[in-house]
């Protein structure tokens, strides 16, 4: 199977998390939420896209592979992170369709936080315990 794409995207995302979460660690990270916004307007199209490409058809078809031990990888990260298009589009939903909820800071960077980890996880599980099964 061709991951080139799909190792492309994760790298891209893994860059724009670590800039979001250095602007976040600013000393005054309030003073960044524009650009920490607009960082993760960026990601939100690259991850948009990704999470539904994987969620509506990588998985789908790799869960039709004739390695038990692949179907069983990815039934289980269905079950653990099945739902993070949803989460993330919630969360997208929340903070930059309506810009005046940023302006409660802890909430976003609490919120953002939670949501950057999950993806990262996501990202870990793929490129270290699934992707190495496809070749």
Do not use: C, W
Not at 25 to 35: G, H, R, S
Not at 50 to 56: I, K, N, V
Not at 89 to 96: E, G, I, K, N, V
Not at 110 to 121: G, I, P, W, Y
């Amino acid at each position: 199977m061709e991951l080139t794409l799909i190792r492309t995207q994760h790298y891209q995302m893994k860059k724009i998390i670590a800039e979001i979460e250095d602007l976040m660690k600013d000393e005054e990270p309030e003073e960044n939420l524009l650009l920490i916004a607009l960082k993760i307007g960026t990601l939100s199209g690259i991850l948009t896209m990704h999470l539904h490409f994987e969620d509506d058809y990588l998985y789908p078809e790799l869960l039709k592979h004739k390695e038990g031990e692949v179907k069983k990888t990815v039934s289980s990260f269905k079950d653990q992170m099945g739902d993070l298009s949803i989460q993330y589009d919630q969360f997208s939903d929340t903070f930059l369709k309506r810009p005046d909820t940023i302006m409660d800071v802890n909430n976003f960077f609490s919120e953002t936080k939670k949501m950057l980890s999950a993806v990262l996880t996501r990202i870990e599980h793929e490129e270290y315990g699934l992707f190495p099964m496809l070749g």
